[in-house]
């Protein structure tokens, strides 16, 4: 009897481990957003914990953590049981070279689970900005680069490294001038005291359509239908400034794959919501594609990213540490 009363505990006791794995989510999960309350990155993570938390079955918390390691450094300590998550931008990528010193691995500390959103970049300038077209802008920059600025919202940010993209096209290195976000580098622009800035259509076409800067390109392979009279970069001659601000979710390396696969499943659920697409739609940020929101596809993509900026920010020397 005892035997039996033993075997009956020791099975019970191998069996815990996949009862709890077939248990999750059992209480809520938080998703760090890893930019600035109220900034796009936080309003990109609310708008798909929203959708989430109806398909993963378990209400899903954010939490905003501002800086370029903070917030990835939170998720690699985090324990890799699928309850912390976060969403990050394309500075997740650039960050494994902007940093030559950091306490985790891009992507070796992260296990990807899928691309959450693409959002095309915008070519401005301040209004009376003496160009006609992103040709001439790119040989102004080239002809007075030590004259013109050029704004960035922080080391790491999408407008940074965008402007080292329209820097590679001019084939010059304007005056860099690093600003705590988007909203003074574009306050400083259409004040006439910034020459030129790129950055994500989200933050600028509220600008761009009261005609309070100039816009020359957008950066997405087609023109966007919120503006549809703007040509892309490659339509202007610069087909080399082609990027997206885009985010991707992730989860503590070592999570379990079976965990990775249902909040990744659930991803691609919460991206097929009317509602959801609508807000992104009014944002002018585009959803991604089930492949795009696939683990696989964001593991290499990822991969990619890190190998296609890396060049481009040691030729520019701008790191930031």
Not at 63 to 73: D, K, L, T
Not at 183 to 208: F, H, K, S, W
């Amino acid at each position: 009897m005892k035997r039996r009363q033993f075997l009956a505990l020791g099975v019970g006791v191998l069996a815990a481990p996949a009862a709890q794995a077939q248990a999750f989510p059992a209480r809520p999960i938080t998703i760090i957003a890893a930019g600035a309350a109220g900034g796009p990155t936080d309003t990109i993570t609310r708008i798909i914990a929203d959708n989430l938390g109806k398909h993963i079955g378990q209400s899903v918390v954010v939490e905003a953590i501002g800086g370029s390691v903070v917030g990835p450094q939170r998720l690699a300590q985090s324990r890799p049981d699928g309850y912390t998550l976060m969403i990050n931008n394309i500075g997740m990528a650039a960050s494994a070279t902007l940093f030559r010193r950091l306490p985790y691995q891009v992507p070796g500390s992260f296990a990807p689970l899928g691309i959450v959103s693409d959002a095309a970049m915008t070519v401005i300038t301040r209004p009376d900005f003496p160009v006609a077209n992103l040709r001439e802008l790119m040989t102004e920059m080239n002809r007075k680069a030590d004259v013109i600025n050029l704004a960035t919202a922080g080391i790491g940010s999408a407008a940074n490294l965008c402007g080292l993209l329209v820097q590679q096209a001019a084939g010059a290195r304007a005056t860099t001038v690093v600003f705590r976000g988007t909203a003074p580098a574009i306050a400083e622009l259409m004040a006439g005291r910034i020459d030129v800035l790129c950055d994500q259509a989200t933050n600028t076409v509220p600008y761009i359509r009261d005609n309070r800067v100039r816009v020359f390109a957008v950066s997405s392979p087609e023109r966007l239908a919120g503006l549809p009279n703007v040509p892309t970069t490659a339509e202007g001659g610069s087909p080399s400034i082609a990027m997206s601000t885009w985010h991707g979710l992730y989860a503590p390396a070592g999570t379990p794959e079976p965990i990775q696969e249902q909040i990744s499943a659930a991803l691609r659920l919460a991206l097929r919501e009317e509602r959801l697409r609508q807000r992104f739609a009014d944002l002018l940020t585009d959803v991604p594609s089930d492949e795009r929101a696939s683990i696989a596809f964001h593991r290499r993509f990822v991969a990619g990213e890190v190998d296609r900026w890396r060049p481009i920010i040691e030729a520019a020397g701008a790191y930031a540490d």
